[in-house]
């Protein structure tokens, strides 16, 4: 079955630093792949799209990469801020064909610390 | 900046009573989402609706569960019986584009509580 794998256990880093989340995912070949942000008890919010023929997609402080033989995405954060602090989702997209349903993954909780 | 509603934003509810969580998307979109989130978990997928039909349904979405779009503006979420199980953010979601071609844009949620 598909499995989108994201590290469950809180990253916590200093201010200033660069955040690194990881998602893996299995029985996925997806042809697109999202990162939201959710805060508690609100509606997930769409930060990043990449394409699987794009290596690497930026946004002001926020980088992407998406491997897809290796079946990750990397979820970058440079010079943190504590505003940054929140539930980073990633969601692996079907292709057309594959699906009519965005599936998330579990999250990874980011806590920047001053 | 075109947005997503959702109401109510918290409806306390007896076991076994029928609820309606109401959605309204944002205008120009034609794809239109429920997801769901226990409390401490993760964001799970309901069902998808396009062209005025459920074009994709989880296993969470029994026959206790109904989508509706009464008109050119809602979205509903029906639960006609509901379990303790249903106590749950409730997240309405809507996109121009078809799934995963383009981002999602979420309500802030209908929190359920089932007593």
């Known amino acids: 079955s598909q499995k989108i794998e994201q590290n469950s256990e809180a990253l916590n880093i200093q201010e200033g630093k660069t955040a690194t989340l990881t998602c893996n995912y299995t029985n996925y070949s997806p042809a697109y792949l999202q990162w939201y942000r959710q805060d508690p008890g609100r509606g ?71 | 900046e075109p947005e997503v509603t959702q109401t109510p934003s918290h409806q306390v509810t007896q076991m076994g009573q029928e609820v309606i969580l109401r959605c309204v998307p944002i205008s120009n979109h034609l794809y239109f989402y429920w997801y769901r989130q226990i409390l401490g978990q993760k964001v799970e997928f309901l069902v998808s609706f396009y062209n005025n039909e459920i074009s994709e349904k989880s296993e969470i979405f029994d026959d206790q569960f109904s989508v509706e779009r009464p008109d050119g503006s809602n979205f509903t979420l029906k639960i006609r019986s509901t379990k303790l199980e249903d106590s749950a953010m409730y997240f309405c979601a809507s996109s121009d584009k078809g799934p995963g071609t383009g981002e999602l844009f979420f309500g802030e949620g209908s929190r359920l509580t089932v007593l």
């Open chain 1, 44 to 114: 997930p919010v769409f930060l990043l799209l990449i394409r699987e023929n794009e290596k690497e997609k930026r946004k002001e402080r926020l980088k992407v990469t998406f491997d897809t033989t290796l079946k990750q995405s990397l979820f970058h954060i440079t010079a943190s801020q504590p505003a940054d602090s929140a539930t980073y989702l990633c969601a692996p997209s079907p292709r057309t064909g594959g699906g009519n349903k965005l599936t998330f993954g579990t999250g990874t909780q980011l806590k920047v610390e001053l």
